[in-house]
């Protein structure tokens, strides 16, 4: 099944902030389209040139992209999810080029599942904590990420 940019973008707030309020999914899809506009790093290059798809389905970015994890069918994946106006309308803010200030330019995000967010996410150095927004931290690029 092949979704639009507008489609995939809903359904990856959804299924990986749908819980987390309007800020919270604001949060993801900034982050989402912080990735696809990189001019430098991984995701630069992973974009190429600003490709949305290329930058949900990077093998080991979002669980929700996928419908396997760890060798068994995860049930919270885009392919089940059935985004709701509130969903389409965050995905059209981000695609008009809006971001939510309290991201800021972050590249990253985790649930730690605990009350304190680890200092630097991807664990490789390449992110530093910026804020939390609910239940997830989000996570700014460090020099390091510029030469992934």
Aim: charged share 15%; hydrophobic share 30%; proline share 5%.
């Amino acid at each position: 099944m092949s979704f639009s940019d507008r489609e995939l973008l809903a359904r990856i707030v959804m299924c990986e902030a749908g819980g987390e309020g309007e800020n919270g999914m604001k949060a993801v899809a900034s982050v989402v389209m912080n990735r696809t506009n990189s001019n430098e790093g991984e995701y630069f290059r992973v974009s190429q040139g600003g490709n949305i798809r290329n930058i949900i389905f990077q093998t080991g970015q979002f669980n929700c992209a996928t419908d396997m994890l760890r060798g068994q069918y995860n049930p919270q994946n885009i392919y089940n999810m059935n985004p709701t106006e509130l969903h389409y309308s965050i995905a059209d803010w981000a695609l008009s080029g809006n971001r939510l200030n309290e991201v800021g330019i972050c590249l990253w995000f985790m649930n730690p599942y605990k009350p304190s967010c680890p200092s630097e996410f991807p664990y490789n150095g390449t992110g530093k904590l910026h804020t939390r927004i609910i239940n997830h931290c989000f996570y700014t690029p460090t020099e390091i990420y510029k030469t992934t």
